[in-house]
């Protein structure tokens, strides 16, 4: 993969976002009732190619063009954090041609919108496994985040063989050489610490998860960062999800009453709405 020769502009010279084709503008809200970090579980790729007799493979496509428009929308609207569910854990258990054609699409996306990504202040995190992928696929993942890594308008991480049991057992694991070489106390062990030892330690909780596809279930994402999410299930099957639905999404956040499990009043953040 051939990457950018030059560095991205720097602070306030971005290239903004392309509008959408609709010519719909991101509504205004003040960023402290934005969600900082949104998460998103992109579903219903397969049943949208069902509906038109055609290929999975066909849905994930279109799927990746949804996915491209809503990282334009999350700029737009000033998100920090956008966190994608690209292929799972248990995703390599489908048949093969769909598996390469997943694979075949994340390279695509990557060719075609890194430099742009980039322009515009976008850093690109990898969350998940790095062993299982092909050779090619982490190779362009690594340069992906090694290019953007000094990127601060937006962050947003593909979860790419990512699962959090295999995040939380991966973790452990290497908690566990820690504390057997006595790097680690156990007792004085903080939730902190052990956050330090996940896929992307910097990673802030997640303040929205939202599933489309019409499913209700949080399907091993991001659980550890999702603890008190608030959740929004949509019907629209990925594929005809747009920056439009993201936005509107974001708005339906501002209206949450957000709980920590306390009393509410010395709850961090209590409203979504300030
Ligand atoms: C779920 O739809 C979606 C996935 C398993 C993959 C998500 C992939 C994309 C959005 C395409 C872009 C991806 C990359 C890596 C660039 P599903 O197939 O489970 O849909 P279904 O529930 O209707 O069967």
Redesign the pocket.
């Known amino acids: 993969m051939s990457l950018p020769a030059v560095p991205a502009p720097g602070p306030g010279r971005h290239l903004p976002p392309p509008a959408h084709s609709s010519g719909a503008r991101a509504p205004r809200i003040p960023p402290h009732r934005l969600p900082r970090h949104v998460a998103i579980i992109?579903?219903?790729?397969?049943?949208?190619a069902?509906g038109l007799g055609a290929a999975?493979t066909r849905?994930?496509?279109s799927?990746?063009r949804?996915?491209i428009d809503v990282v334009d929308g999350a700029l737009e609207v000033g998100l920090a954090q956008l966190s994608?569910?690209?292929?799972?854990t248990e995703?390599w258990g489908?048949p093969a041609a769909?598996v390469d054609g997943?694979?075949l699409?994340?390279h695509?996306?990557l060719r075609s919108n890194l430099r742009r990504w980039h322009e515009q202040g976008i850093r690109v995190l990898w969350s998940g496994r790095r062993t299982r992928a092909a050779a090619g696929i982490r190779t362009e993942l690594e340069a992906a985040e090694y290019l953007t890594r000094d990127n601060e308008l937006l962050t947003v991480a593909?979860c790419?063989d990512y699962g959090s049991r295999a995040e939380l057992l991966d973790a452990v694991r290497l908690l566990a050489v820690d504390v057997a070489t006595g790097r680690v106390e156990p007792v004085a062990l903080q939730e902190e610490d052990l956050a330090g030892y996940l896929y992307q330690p910097d990673m802030s909780e997640i303040d929205l998860l939202v599933r489309t596809?019409g499913?209700q279930r949080i399907s091993n994402f991001l659980l550890w960062q999702a603890a008190y999410a608030e959740l929004i299930f949509e019907q629209t099957?990925?594929p005809d999800f747009d920056r439009r639905d993201l936005w509107r999404a974001v708005q339906a956040y501002t209206r949450r009453q957000r709980r920590f499990g306390g009393s509410g009043a010395g709850d961090p953040g209590v409203t979504a709405a300030g």
């Open positions: 992109m579903d219903g790729n397969g049943r949208w069902a999975r849905g994930h496509r799927g990746s949804a996915m994608l569910y690209a292929f799972s995703n489908r769909e997943i694979m699409l994340l695509e996306v593909v790419f596809g499913e099957l990925w």
